[in-house]
């Protein structure tokens, strides 16, 4: 066939080993090449190995490097992410760290949207600021907050699209833009759209950031993350960086991701449909102040969200004029939600989320009510719906 296949077809066949006399397909159609030492016949053989390598064709000389299992998953990630080149790290956190240390030097500043996900705080505040690296916290809703910010050492731009907690929408054209006339690497963390709902590169960024623990793994049973970019001197960079700094992932987490991104599709529309539905649920609610996901209608990001995304997840927020002890009760009354940080698996988990780290957010009404986010996972919505339910019964009546 010579048409452009659909993401969903090309899903199902990305990594697919050729087919010799007879290849197996399930589950992924390579094995997981578990290996630590490459082998070599000759000398000359090692040698023209080094020559190919130099020419840019990926050859292996050592098992950190990562094998075909791992060759496969990189080409995935570019094909979803719309890049050139991915780079695997051992968790979604470790593929933050490698794009910042790649794009900065002491003595550079960097500008971070006050919605990322947590720990890249903590990376920027001990790690980066010991290293004279310097960072300024701002709400990149607009670009006029982030003009106010700039200095002449800025370099990049670090942003997360919809945020962490309250899933605000950035508009990532704009920042591209601004980031292109300010001479800024814009780096966008996208777990959130996994390369399926959401495509930053396409929409202008230079970096785009996946924690493939979430959607792309899916089944909460590994730890996984990808850089992916497009820009040739900005790949020779990171490339750079990745085999100083020794990144490695297990060959069976590779082989597992890829699994998972079979039915990525599938998975991520569902999350999507149940969790528009509990948006539904609580929007009747007369506790409800807020619901936070944008692909609900009354969230203010909804235009943003139809223009530049494909798709939507499960995660949602919601401020509810509880207090203290009713959502303690809610929340423990809970059968079918679990309490846990991460998201992306098949399972449904709630967070209570504290002030202190709202306090951070621009985005936050700073009213005295409870915010709390909900990962939306693959049981059935009504029973979901049901549990949410139950739970407010017994909430209400402390
Ligand atoms: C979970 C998460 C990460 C980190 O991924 P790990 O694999 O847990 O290190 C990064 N960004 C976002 C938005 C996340 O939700």
Redesign the pocket.
């Known amino acids: 066939m010579n048409k452009k296949l659909s993401l969903l077809t090309q899903l199902q066949h990305l990594g697919t080993a050729p087919c010799d006399e007879t290849t197996p397909v399930a589950p992924v159609g390579l094995p997981s090449i578990r290996t630590s030492t490459v082998r070599f016949n000759t000398i000359e053989d090692l040698e023209a190995t080094y020559r190919r390598k130099s020419k840019g064709e990926r050859l292996v000389t050592y098992g950190r490097m990562g094998m075909e299992t791992h060759a496969a998953l990189e080409d995935i990630f570019c094909q979803l992410e719309g890049g050139k080149r991915c780079f695997l790290a051992s968790?979604?956190?470790?593929a933050?760290t490698m794009s910042l240390l790649s794009l900065l030097s002491a003595g550079d500043h960097m500008l971070v949207a006050d919605c990322v996900?947590g720990?890249v705080r903590h990376l920027a505040n001990t790690v980066l600021s010991r290293m004279n690296i310097e960072f300024t916290y701002v709400s990149a809703q607009s670009t006029d907050t982030l003009q106010a910010q700039l200095k002449t050492n800025t370099r990049v731009l670090y942003v997360?699209s919809p945020g962490?907690l309250l899933f605000e929408m950035l508009d990532i054209p704009a920042l591209a833009a601004f980031a292109r006339q300010h001479g800024l690497i814009l780096v966008v963390?996208n777990?959130?759209g996994s390369g399926y709902a959401c495509q930053p590169l396409e929409l202008g960024a230079d970096v785009s950031v996946i924690?493939g623990?979430?959607y792309v793994g899916g089944h909460s049973d590994l730890?996984?993350?990808a850089v992916v970019a497009k820009d040739k001197a900005l790949i020779e960079r990171i490339d750079l960086n990745q085999y100083a700094m020794g990144y490695s992932v297990s060959a069976d987490d590779a082989w597992l991701a890829i699994r998972g991104v079979r039915t990525l599709p599938v998975r991520m529309d569902q999350h999507a449909r149940s969790a528009l539905q509990v948006c539904r649920y609580f929007d009747d609610l007369p506790e409800t102040r807020r619901i936070f996901h944008p692909a609900f209608e009354k969230d203010p990001g909804h235009a943003l969200w139809k223009r530049d995304c494909t798709g939507s997840n499960g995660m949602l927020s919601i401020e509810l004029a509880l207090s203290d002890r009713q959502i303690r009760t809610f929340v423990n009354a809970l059968e079918l939600f679990s309490i846990g940080y991460?998201?992306g698996g098949f399972e449904s988990l709630i967070q209570w989320v504290d002030r202190p780290t709202l306090e951070n957010h621009a985005y936050w009404s700073r009213e005295d009510n409870q915010i709390i986010r909900l990962h939306i996972g693959l049981e059935s919505v009504i029973d979901l719906v049901d549990d949410l339910d139950q739970a407010l019964q017994k909430a209400r009546a402390v």
């Open positions: 968790s979604g956190l470790g933050i996900y720990p997360e962490s963390d777990t959130w924690a623990t979430k730890m996984l993350g991460s998201w």
